[in-house]
């Protein structure tokens, strides 16, 4: 039986290079070393292998069967493991190159601006294009390369990394619902509050599960932003009941600011899930976009899952 744990590649690669050369003499000078050490790593792998790989003569070299096996197969194995030094060397160098990103207004201003900061300062040969919006939805056609989207499901057409459930809140101040007796156990007096949401129709019918049951309010928004920082300083202005992703009004609800109306239901059917989107085929920058991708995916799993 082979001991592979005496098993160096080192002796693959003499092995490989007698071939190629033709002569132990000649592969010797390759690796800088003598023929009659040449020779003696020969033997060694032999030994290991328990088999002749070489049948020698006076004038040339010729493989045995199992010789070329090993030849054919120990060529592919340096291959690989020049391919992996290579991939090495290449993740240990600074990336360089340009990525044009797209984030959402919302978590642009309220999450990521302080990590693409330091994103920034940790690769400076990075150029990055960045872009806060709600509406670019075609990655392909507004050559964006990583985009970093709320939605209820990603689209076939990107590869998409899922970090994190986004849960959705009703807020109010303190104030509002003291000046407006809103009622946070009545669900069905919602409708008749002020209703603050982002501009969508989606979020104009709010869907409540508590579990068991599942009810449907139809909302008549008194106010509607795509920039969830004006819609929370408008509920902290006591102007109504606001719709907004959990991680916009945490800090607002731990301070006192807000207030959260029925906690004991899920708001349903909107977008609920964070994912980091980049195009099947990225372009010759694929070392800036995979560190950016890297980078957005260890520090956005951290801060949702703490």
Request: proline residues 5%; charged residues 25%; without cysteine.
């Given at each position: 039986m082979i001991n592979t744990s005496d098993f160096d590649i080192n002796l693959v690669r003499i092995f490989v290079s007698i071939i190629d050369t033709g002569t132990l003499s000649a592969a010797a000078k390759h690796h800088g070393t003598t023929k009659s050490q040449v020779s003696k790593n020969l033997k060694k792998l032999e030994s290991l292998l328990q088999t002749?790989?070489?049948?020698?003569?006076?004038?040339?070299?010729?493989?045995?069967?199992?010789?070329?096996?090993?030849?054919?197969?120990?060529?592919?194995?340096?291959?690989?493991?020049?391919?992996?030094?290579?991939?090495?060397?290449?993740?240990?160098?600074?990336?360089?190159?340009?990525?044009?990103l797209s984030v959402p207004t919302g978590l642009g201003?309220?999450?990521?601006?302080?990590?693409?900061?330091?994103?920034?300062?940790?690769?400076?040969?990075v150029n990055l294009?960045?872009?806060?919006?709600?509406?670019?939805?075609?990655?392909?056609?507004?050559?964006?390369?990583v985009a970093v989207r709320v939605l209820s499901e990603p689209p076939k057409d990107y590869v998409a990394k899922k970090i994190s459930d986004i849960a959705w809140r009703l807020c109010a101040s303190p104030y509002y619902i003291r000046k407006n007796k809103?009622?946070?156990?009545?669900?069905?007096?919602?409708?008749n509050m002020d209703y603050l949401c982002p501009s969508n129709k989606l979020y104009e019918t709010l869907n409540l599960s508590s579990g068991k049951e599942n009810l449907k309010i139809k909302m008549s928004p008194k106010l509607q932003s795509e920039n969830f920082r004006f819609l929370l300083e408008a509920a902290k202005n006591d102007l109504g009941v606001v719709l907004l992703p959990n991680y916009v009004v945490e800090q607002d609800?731990?301070?006192?600011?807000?207030?959260?109306?029925?906690?004991?239901?899920?708001?349903?059917?909107?977008?609920?899930?964070?994912?980091?989107?980049?195009?099947?085929?990225?372009?010759?920058?694929?070392?800036a976009i995979k560190t950016l991708t890297l980078f957005l995916q260890e520090q956005l799993s951290f801060l949702f899952r703490h």
């Open positions: 002749q790989l070489i049948r020698r003569s006076t004038r040339r070299l010729e493989l045995t069967q199992q010789g070329e096996v090993l030849y054919q197969h120990g060529v592919g194995m340096l291959k690989e493991i020049e391919a992996a030094r290579q991939e090495i060397q290449r993740l240990g160098a600074e990336p360089m190159g340009s990525v044009r201003e309220l999450i990521l601006q302080p990590m693409l900061i330091e994103f920034k300062k940790k690769y400076p040969q294009q960045i872009m806060f919006s709600n509406r670019v939805n075609d990655l392909i056609e507004s050559q964006i390369d809103a009622d946070t156990e009545n669900i069905e007096k919602l409708a609800i731990v301070k006192g600011n807000l207030k959260v109306l029925f906690p004991e239901l899920s708001i349903q059917s909107i977008d609920t899930t964070l994912y980091i989107l980049t195009t099947p085929k990225p372009h010759l920058s694929s070392a």
